[in-house]
């Protein structure tokens, strides 16, 4: 029913204050405002843990693959799973989700949107068409590489109603209202990837220690102290640092986009004493706690300070698209198979759960050929160093006195040379050098790399050292050249019997030709060049110019009445089936790979 009095003016509730919660007192009348402040507080302070304590990312599942999808048609699979988005939430994908993306590209604020990927240029239509409609017009560019970003994000949704008691003003269709608040999800493909500002700042942190500290043994020795640690560690974060305190406030605000990094480069490393690597380890955290990572927190306290705080990136989805059909029914689609849909999770955050991290912790200590049974092996601190793998420095490699040091306090050391590296397990090892792999010994091949030839087979006679496979192996030459050992050395020459091609001949001395006498009815071939005919001779046959082509023929005939020569197969010289050759006189033919054709005549 409809309300026939003045209309009522409810209060506007007051926005939720995570940080608030209710003061009960006895005869103190609780409303629905004061259960839901109770219910935002308890809600948000675990979401504050979690984003504090724990960070975001994908914690389980979640994994994403391109897949045939028949005749709809390349698809998107993401798997059932769980990640923690920047502002502590915990979204959940049940069950496996699957999007055909040639689906996706026909809605138009979609299609839309990969016009302005190819065509950047374009400004967007101002104001925007409502509602959205396909482009009008075959796009400028009708195909490409497009990257979308496949995107988790927390969503909520109302379900359950009931009803509930009727007041005064109140319309018939506002006696049912949604019991409960359900959490759910939502999987986007966007244009633009979700600010991760925090988890691109932390790989950031850890790249810049590996690059700009530099951890050893040095002479004359160094000692540092948390004092001088800062001051050598501050300048990498000057502009960031100089934007917090500016007054007033930079605009635009300090971002990746306008400082360029998140930690700069040292003019020099930051030299560090082995023996002093914990306490290093320990300031450089306390400086990514207390003054960088408030730097770039997706929210301080209840604040949320980027956008995207309730969504997290999956995947970077590249895409090969076509503009198919004309205007203004055409459509983007997926240029080909699921090989044109390239997945990429690389910049994906992700979470290890805590037990996954104390089974890794533990792993990383074990002793040299030590095992997760407890036998075999000593724990080694040294080895929780990162990035070392257990040799007491933020190097890639230790030292191989070092490592030395540490196998010979394990039991000894194999006689002969040593040589250093990883096992498996990424640990640093020493085991004995092997001859040929890591030292040039007698009888080993020396590689090519190293300036051998990485073969032990020596030549025979009339044969060189040839590269085949990374390797020099002997070989005889081809390609009509032949190699005969003499006095003084090797010599190369052609050999009568073969048919070298070249792209041109200059000579500098006579050149001789093959003279031969004919026979009566004889078919010239690759052997013949200058024919003599006799008084016998009546008949010579050409072969098929196909057969022959470039290839030149000089006839001569010195006694016969007249010789006539003809085409094997039927084919022509000049045309006609045969010609005579007169006594006395001498013709010159060519093929040119359809017939002959006679290019001198002398009488």
Request: aromatic residues 6%.
């Amino acid at each position: 029913m409809g309300c026939c009095n003045e209309p009522a003016t409810a209060l506007a509730s007051a926005a939720l204050d995570p940080s608030q919660h209710v003061n009960y007192a006895r005869g103190m009348v609780l409303g629905v405002d004061d259960f839901t402040q109770e219910f935002a507080y308890l809600a948000g302070r675990v979401h504050w843990l979690a984003r504090e304590a724990v960070g975001y990312g994908t914690t389980s599942g979640l994994a994403v693959f391109a897949e045939d999808g028949g005749g709809d048609g390349p698809r998107l699979r993401v798997t059932a799973g769980a990640a923690l988005v920047p502002g502590g939430r915990l979204v959940c994908v049940p069950v496996d989700q699957c999007a055909v993306v040639n689906r996706w590209l026909a809605k138009p604020e979609n299609a839309a949107t990969v016009t302005r990927l190819l065509s950047p240029a374009s400004p967007p239509v101002s104001p925007p068409v409502s509602p959205p409609v396909s482009p009008p017009a075959i796009p400028d560019v009708t195909s490409g590489l497009v990257s979308l970003y496949l995107t988790l994000c927390h969503h909520e949704c109302l379900t359950r109603p009931v009803p509930i008691p009727g007041e005064p003003c109140r319309a018939a269709d506002e006696l049912m209202a949604d019991s409960r608040v359900a959490d759910d999800f939502r999987l986007e493909l966007r244009a633009r990837p979700p600010e991760q500002v925090e988890e691109d700042a932390v790989r950031d942190f850890v790249r810049w220690l590996r690059s700009n500290v530099q951890v050893g043994d040095f002479s004359p020795p160094v000692q540092g102290d948390d004092d001088a640690w800062l001051e050598a560690l501050r300048p990498a974060a000057k502009p960031w640092l100089d934007a917090a305190g500016a007054s007033p406030p930079l605009s635009p605000p300090a971002s990746y986009d306008t400082l360029g990094d998140y930690l700069f480069d040292l003019p020099s490393p930051v030299p560090v004493a082995r023996g002093q690597l914990g306490d290093f380890l320990r300031l450089a955290l306390r400086f990514w706690v207390t003054e960088l990572r408030p730097l770039w927190m997706a929210y301080r306290c209840h604040r949320a300070v980027h956008p995207d705080a309730d969504c997290v990136l999956l995947a970077r989805v590249e895409v090969e698209v076509v503009w198919v059909g004309g205007s203004p029914t055409g459509a983007w689609q997926v240029a080909g198979s699921p090989a044109a849909l390239a997945v990429d999770e690389r910049a994906r955050p992700f979470l290890g759960h805590l037990r996954m991290l104390q089974e890794w912790t533990l792993a990383a200590m074990e002793g040299e050929g030590g095992g997760g049974d407890g036998g075999g092996g000593g724990g080694d601190m040294d080895s929780l160093a990162p990035g070392n793998g257990g040799s007491g420095g933020l190097e890639e490699d230790a030292a191989p006195e070092v490592m030395a040091f540490r196998a010979a306090a394990r039991g000894g050391l194999p006689e002969g040379l040593l040589v250093g590296g990883r096992d498996e397990r990424g640990r640093d090892t020493l085991r004995a050098a092997a001859p040929g792999a890591d030292y040039h010994a007698p009888g080993f091949p020396v590689p090519v790399a190293d300036g051998g030839t990485g073969s032990s087979a020596a030549p025979g006679d009339g044969q060189l050292l040839a590269g085949s496979g990374g390797v020099y192996l002997p070989a005889t030459l081809a390609g009509g050249l032949a190699a005969v050992r003499g006095r003084e050395g090797m010599e190369i020459g052609l050999d009568p019997a073969a048919t070298p091609r070249f792209a041109g001949l200059t000579t500098t001395g006579a050149v001789q030709l093959a003279v031969a006498a004919a026979e009566e009815g004889m078919q010239l071939d690759e052997r013949h060049h200058v024919v003599v005919c006799g008084a016998r001779i009546g008949r010579l046959l050409l072969p098929p110019a196909p057969d022959a082509t470039g290839r030149v023929y000089v006839v001569k005939n010195a006694e016969a009445r007249a010789v006539t020569v003809e085409v094997a197969e039927g084919g022509s010289i000049d045309g006609a089936a045969s010609i005579s050759i007169r006594r006395g006189a001498a013709r010159t033919l060519v093929s040119d790979g359809r017939g002959w054709l006679v290019i001198a005549t002398v009488s």
